[in-house]
């Protein structure tokens, strides 16, 4: 079946840092792909998708583009900020939503 | 942007006793809605997609007699967890999508704050 995998966390940076989180996924069909992060005490927020191949999702400074050749979904920020931190979860939907496990990432001043 | 409330967001309950969560769309309607359980250092879990007006749909290995979910209306779905017990315990998301996605295309998903339920 589907499935989604990405990058186990936690991931600690220093702000300013380039940041990439792994995504890979697998489907049958062509599924749209998603970023949702979830900030500390919050519920999840979507952060950018794609919805076919080829595509670049983009918000907040973070970008991902939709690779169909290495079903990949990967996420980069060029400059991270402490505010970034937060649990990032990639996610493919074809007839119902899947979810990676979930990156924590830490921003340090 | 659009709301998803979820209430309440912790519950502290004794074993055996049921507890039921809402998740309510604040400013969209929503034909559809789904219920999400989320264990520690683990993904999301899929448990049922309910529809407006008709059974929700569980997906495999969920007890639907056990998490017992009703979409009412347009802007409210609720999640009964009967006979609670301890091992119960975990984190309940709602989404919800925006109907206004149209036959053909994806309503965005937008999400509730989550509920914490702790079975003593």
């Known amino acids: 079946g589907d499935s989604v995998t990405q990058m186990e966390g936690p991931v600690t940076l220093s702000e300013e840092a380039f940041l990439t989180i792994n995504c890979t996924y697998t489907a049958t069909g062509y599924p749209s792909l998603f970023w949702y992060v979830q900030y500390p005490g919050e519920g999840l927020q979507l952060l950018l998708k794609a919805t076919k191949a080829d595509d670049k999702g983009s918000n907040k400074g973070f970008e991902a583009t939709y690779r169909k050749e290495t079903t990949s979904f990967h996420l980069e920020k060029g400059s991270v900020q402490v505010s970034d931190s937060a649990v990032y979860f990639c996610a493919l939907r074809d007839d119902k939503i899947i979810f990676g496990k979930g990156t924590r990432l830490h921003i340090l001043p | 942007g659009a709301v998803v409330s979820q209430h309440p967001s912790r519950v502290i309950c004794k074993s055996g006793t049921s507890v039921k969560i809402e998740c309510r769309s604040l400013?969209?309607?929503?034909?559809?809605m789904f219920w999400y359980r989320q264990f520690p250092k683990k993904s999301l879990m899929l448990m049922a997609t309910?529809?407006?007006?008709?059974?929700?749909?569980?997906e495999q290995g969920v007890e639907k007699d056990k998490f017992l979910i009703n979409h009412a209306s347009l802007t409210l779905s609720t999640l009964t967890v009967t006979s609670a017990h301890p091992e119960d315990s975990s984190f309940y998301i709602c989404?919800?999508?925006?109907?206004?996605?149209?036959?053909?295309?994806?309503?965005?998903?937008?999400f509730g704050e989550g509920s914490r339920l702790t079975v003593l």
């Open positions: 309910s529809n407006e007006g008709s059974k929700a749909t569980y």
């Open positions: 400013d969209f309607q929503a034909t559809t």
């Open positions: 989404s919800a999508r925006d109907r206004r996605g149209g036959a053909g295309r994806i309503g965005e998903l937008f």
